[in-house]
């Protein structure tokens, strides 16, 4: 049985696209299962920011295929880890969620290392530079998981 594993972010261009090809390039795809999803619903259907795709491909792995999706309740059931980006994430996330147990899948994505933050800032209205820290500390918290998961 594979281990399922969630990534999300608000819309599901930026953040949670990256940290899906980061992680799914860190485990074997035979017994760990990667995704990403949105909270909110604006981009349904597009693939990553071009932004994210081309940091994405700077370090070798290609995004361009994923298409952004929106969270849902279903996603409790089918999933085993739901990592979030930051605390909003988390709220909007939690809020869906119908029983502990569903709430104890939830953590923050940078739980997993010590970079002295907790949240993967959302680098959309930013330059490229944000892309490419951003993609770092993804890059860092998607190792440690990846250790755990394989």
């Known amino acids: 049985m594979k281990t ?3 990534m999300v972010c608000l819309g599901n261009i930026c953040r949670s696209p990256l940290a899906e090809g980061i ?3 860190k485990v074997d795809p035979d017994t760990v299962f ?3 999803a949105g909270t909110a619903g604006y981009h349904v259907g597009n693939p990553p920011d071009s932004r994210s795709i081309a940091m994405a491909k700077k370090y070798g792995l290609d995004i361009s295929r994923q298409k952004c999706r929106r969270f849902s309740e279903i996603d409790f059931l089918e999933f085993d880890y739901i990592y979030v980006m930051d605390r909003s994430n988390f709220s ?3 809020s869906l ?3 502990e147990q569903e709430v104890s899948k939830i953590k923050l994505l940078l739980d997993e290392v010590d970079l002295g ?3 993967v800032p959302d680098p959309y209205y930013g330059g490229e530079d944000g892309f490419e820290k951003v993609y770092q500390m993804i890059d ?3 190792e ?3 250790k755990k998961l394989n």
Request: charged share 15%; net charge neutral; with cysteine.
């Open 34 to 36: 990667v995704d990403s």
């Open 140 to 142: 860092k918290a998607c």
């Open 117 to 119: 933050i907790q949240e």
């Open 23 to 25: 992680l799914q390039s």
């Open 97 to 99: 969620a119908t029983t």
């Open 92 to 94: 909007n996330v939690a």
């Open 4 to 6: 399922k594993v969630l």
């Open 144 to 146: 440690a998981i990846a």
